[in-house]
T-cell receptor
């Protein structure tokens, strides 16, 4: 069965310090992996995605994530947090089903707080 | 190009009332879907459509109906609202349901059922 676990419901960092949002997945098949960001009262915006090409994926706004198959992880990082990064972040797995259809599985979200 | 649009932005219903949440996209996407977002649970798929005239159930379809008469529109109907349907609803679309396809999300509709 496929699943995705975001290890922290809340992460708090100071402006200018690194950001690490952790995501682990479980999948019987090679997955596609996505990170989405949701600012307050807004829809979800794609940050980046992994689709079995390079394991280090660069996204928008300075974010990047590394796919580590041995650790079944896809952690999101940014070298220096900005106040505008405060939002909720979702790790999403797109996994193949037994009937060859695809299903998106969302993590429960990590709320990033950025302190001045 | 407006992307994915949803109306209304916010709605209050009484138990037993019906309503339709509207979703439209202008990107000529074949695949459209509806999700609900509840605290601490991420997004869960309600219904989806792989093209005009074709719909199917997702993870939590009970209490919701959909239809897809055009490529652009994918309305979600609540026939008899219940407090358990209080949630934020997101519509999404993508060119296809292929493995690597990115889904684009609308801004959401906040629904409160009293």
């Amino acid at each position: 069965a496929q699943s995705v676990t975001q290890l922290d419901s809340h992460v708090s960092v100071s402006e200018g310090t690194p950001v690490l949002l952790r995501c682990n997945y479980s999948s019987s098949y090679s997955p596609s992996l996505f990170w989405y960001v949701q600012h307050p009262n807004k829809g979800l915006q794609l940050l980046l995605k992994y689709t079995s090409a390079a394991t280090l994926v660069k996204g928008i706004n300075g974010f990047e994530a590394e796919f580590k198959k041995s650790e079944t992880s896809f952690h999101l990082t940014k070298p220096s947090a900005h106040m505008s990064d405060a939002a909720e972040y979702f790790c999403v797995v797109r996994a193949t089903q037994m009937d060859s259809s695809y299903k998106l599985i969302f993590g429960s979200g990590t709320r990033l707080l950025v302190r001045p | 190009n407006a992307g994915v649009t949803q109306t209304p932005k916010f709605q209050v219903l009484k138990t037993g009332q019906s309503m339709t949440l509207q979703c439209a996209q202008d990107m000529n996407h074949e695949y459209m879907s509806w999700y609900r977002q509840d605290p601490g649970m991420g997004l869960r798929l309600i219904h989806y459509s792989v093209g005009a005239g074709i719909t199917d159930q997702g993870e939590v379809p009970n209490g919701y109906n959909v239809s897809r008469s055009t490529t652009e529109d994918f309305p979600l109907r609540l026939l008899s609202a219940a407090p358990s349907q209080t949630s934020v609803y997101f519509c999404a679309s993508s060119y296809s349901n292929s493995f690597t396809e990115t889904q684009y999300f609308g801004p959401g509709t906040r629904l409160l059922v009293l």
